[in-house]
């Protein structure tokens, strides 16, 4: 087995970790009194197992032209950073409305950055800014309009600010590494 699939072998079993314990969370003896709210996150390291697996297993990666792109790695983004985004709006209590165009728009940067990687020259750099442009949207929405609904909910700020924390540098961070 290559460097490349253990890596992927490795991350596959560590999420499937991580769906175990946010399984045990949500259903056992928890303290956490909204159990049914935060089972959606349990999505996010299942789907994220799921595409590890596929990709360590070496399915879904296409070549078009000059230009490869792994398939399951753009599914499980496009499936679960929308959740993400969500469930930080939900948190600080955003309207719908909100939620919905974080989630469309960081959906948006994931369908765009995903034809940015099979395309070449000019293309590649304008679809980059277009992606760059609506991730910035999004920032906006996280550092703008999702605190402004947070500070009218004492109880979940904390969590609010850990998880805007979480995701904004976790998104800027991703892109140089």
Excluded: N
């Excluded at 078009?64 to 930080?88: A, F």
């Amino acid at each position: 087995m290559t460097a490349a699939a253990m890596t992927f072998v490795f991350g596959a079993v560590s999420l499937v970790v991580g769906v175990a314990i946010a399984l045990r969370l949500v259903t056992g003896d928890s303290e956490i009194a909204d159990a049914g709210r935060v089972r959606p996150l349990v999505l996010i390291p299942g789907v994220a197992a799921v595409a590890y697996v596929v990709m360590a297993l070496g399915i879904g990666t296409v070549t078009i032209g000059s230009e490869t792109i792994v398939v399951p790695r753009y599914v499980d983004w496009l499936l679960t950073t929308p959740i993400m985004i969500g469930y930080v709006g939900y948190v600080a209590g955003a309207p719908r409305r909100w939620i919905a165009a974080a989630a469309g728009g960081i959906a948006a940067v994931i369908v765009v950055g995903a034809a940015a990687t099979v395309t070449t020259g000019l293309a590649k750099w304008g679809l980059f800014g277009l992606s760059s442009l609506v991730q910035l949207g999004v920032f906006g929405v996280l550092y703008l309009v999702y605190p402004r609904h947070a500070a009218e909910r004492p109880g979940r700020r904390e969590l609010f600010w850990l998880l805007q924390t979480h995701v904004g540098l976790l998104w800027l961070a991703y892109p140089v590494i």
